[in-house]
């Protein structure tokens, strides 16, 4: 097992990396105020890993109250989360109960932040189950929950106690989760991380392949990577936590506009990241050859590199919701290199009409 730490003085935690740790119900249990929890999940993720953590958690002398909750992104809602509130009222979870997030980033997401709000805030820890999770969203404490005009609109920074990541879940994830949880490992390298970008380029096909050290030693440097960005920026007050949303502006913008759960919140950002890139081009930032690197690792990682046809106009209303918006002005990731990146509001909406029609006219 190898263990991150998230230093945030009285709310530091660790991450625990490895395989089979599900059902070590001594590790599961260390954190919790109480001989109870709540644990929520989801539909397809309950069949394959409930019983082996309520058994775990049992044998520690833990009872679970499960809550099972739709799988997909168009169900991290409102509806959902009222559900949640419900089951938890209903069996009169106290403070003390703390919820246990089983799932990908979307259980992640919606139930840290019924967490962060049921009776005004609960303990919360988090067993993530897919790459994407596992590599970003069950570190840092961003929760939320999507809504029709913007995704994750709705939400708190709220710390997990801890994050147990039990890569052996990996195994039962499809493939085409497995490609879009890379994306985000792929950002690491991109925005503070040259020599694990250079070390993706050599491995992505072992990753693709499955190989259990590749998994293991990608997932490990990505949190890794997340923990010194959270450290310095719990808040994304500084503008250091907004690199990680390299991708992200367009990204958002390609879920929302198509629907939730059309496109794979990883896929959308890696057809953002090169959008992202371009417009860097554009710029003078970087040059040809940065671009065809980004484009090449993300399809060798078997992810989307051009942007859907959404229309430029409905692009632009689209990212003039992001949460980056400040006094009315978007602001964008950009890239000065491989392992580099900055943010900026300095882009002229001429530059970003441009690349945006080029960004679709390439699909
Ligand atoms: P997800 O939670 O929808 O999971 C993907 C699918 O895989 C779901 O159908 C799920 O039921 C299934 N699944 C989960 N684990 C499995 C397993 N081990 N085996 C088989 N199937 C499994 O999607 P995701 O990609 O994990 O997360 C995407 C969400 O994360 C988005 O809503 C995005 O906004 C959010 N996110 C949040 C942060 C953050 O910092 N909080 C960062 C990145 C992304
Ligand atoms: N995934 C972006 C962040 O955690 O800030």
Redesign the pocket.
């Known amino acids: 097992m190898h263990t991150v730490q998230v230093a945030l003085a009285d709310r530091s935690y660790p991450i625990y990396i490895g395989a089979g740790l599900l059902a070590r119900g001594g590790l599961l249990a260390h954190d919790l105020p109480q001989n109870r929890a709540a644990l929520i999940t ?1 539909t ?2 309950a069949p ?1 890993y409930l019983d082996t953590v309520a058994s775990a958690l049992g044998a520690a002398g833990v009872s679970v109250t499960p809550v099972v909750v739709p ?3 168009q169900h ?1 809602d409102w509806h959902t989360l009222n559900a949640v509130f419900d089951a938890l009222l209903a069996n009169h979870c106290e403070r003390k109960t703390a919820l246990v997030a089983l ?7 919606l139930a840290g932040f019924a967490a962060a709000t049921y009776l005004r805030g609960v303990p919360f820890i988090q067993l993530p ?2 790459l ?2 596992q590599v ?2 069950s570190v ?1 404490g ?2 939320a929950i999507n809504h029709p005009h913007g ?2 609109m709705i939400g708190a920074f709220y710390q997990p106690l801890a994050v147990i990541a039990d890569t052996a ?2 195994n ?3 493939d085409r ?1 497995l490609s ?2 890379l994306a ?1 490992v792929i950002k690491y390298g991109l925005i503070r991380d040259p020599a694990f970008f250079a070390w993706l380029e050599s491995n992505i096909d072992a990753l693709i392949g499955r190989d259990p050290g590749a998994l293991a030693y990608a997932i490990s440097r990505s949190c890794e990577n997340k923990a010194e960005v959270v450290a310095a920026d719990e808040r994304e007050e500084s503008g250091t936590r907004a690199l990680l949303n390299l991708g992200h502006t367009f990204g958002h913008a390609i879920e929302t506009g198509l629907g939730y759960g059309t496109w ?3 896929e959308a950002v890696a057809a953002g990241t090169v959008v992202a890139a371009r417009l860097s081009q554009h710029l003078g930032l970087i040059g040809a050859p940065e671009v065809a690197r980004v484009a090449a690792l993300l399809e060798r990682a078997r992810l989307p590199v051009n942007a859907p046809d959404l229309g430029v106009e409905r692009y632009l209303q689209l990212m003039g919701m992001d949460k980056k918006v400040e006094g009315g002005r978007m602001r964008f990731i950009l890239l000065r290199g491989i392992g580099s990146a900055l943010l900026t509001a300095e882009v002229s909406l001429d530059a970003l009409a441009a690349v945006l029609a080029a960004s679709v006219a390439h699909a």
């Open positions: 989801d397809t993720v394959l799988a997909g992104e991290k799932g990908g980033g979307v259980i992640g997401d189950t897919t994407l999770a970003d969203s840092g961003k929760t995704k994750n879940t990996l039962t994830l499809p989760e879009a949880g985000e794979l919140h990883g």
